[in-house]
């Protein structure tokens, strides 16, 4: 199994930008996608962003303010989160599906594996 790892959560205010990374154990980059998804509270699991077999898919509300990367040879991928809102508040979750090859965020869900959640807070 895939385990992962992940850091890099914290408090901001409105504006600012934290850095989530993640590094995987087992993960294949030509076979699986890995990404990040989000709850907030009371609310639903919502996919952030992924790569897919070198595709990079947003969910619309970070695209412009998200950039995902990769160190494919540390097998670790990196979340730059700028320009923070509110709505962003959320336990980040790094995770991945196994044998998947997706171009749209709504198909990355049910996830194979999933590490321990990293608390981001956004302060107005």
């Known amino acids: 199994d895939v385990q992962l790892q992940a850091s890099g959560g914290g408090s901001v205010q409105v504006g600012g930008s934290l850095r989530l990374s993640c590094t995987a154990s087992?993960?294949?980059?030509?076979?699986?996608?890995i990404g990040w998804f989000r709850q907030a509270p009371g609310k639903e699991q919502e996919g952030v962003a992924c790569i897919s077999r070198g595709n990079l898919v947003y969910t619309d509300s970070v695209k412009g303010r998200f950039i995902l990367s990769s160190d494919n040879a540390k097998n670790t991928i990196f979340l730059q989160m700028n320009n923070l809102k509110p709505e962003d508040t959320a336990v980040y979750y790094c995770?991945?599906?196994?044998?998947?090859?997706?171009?749209?965020?709504?198909?990355?869900?049910?996830?194979?594996?999933w590490g321990q959640g990293t608390l981001v807070t956004v302060s107005s």
């Open positions: 995770a991945v599906n196994y044998q998947s090859v997706l171009d749209d965020i709504a198909l990355f869900y049910d996830y194979d594996s």
């Open positions: 087992g993960f294949t980059w030509d076979r699986d996608t």
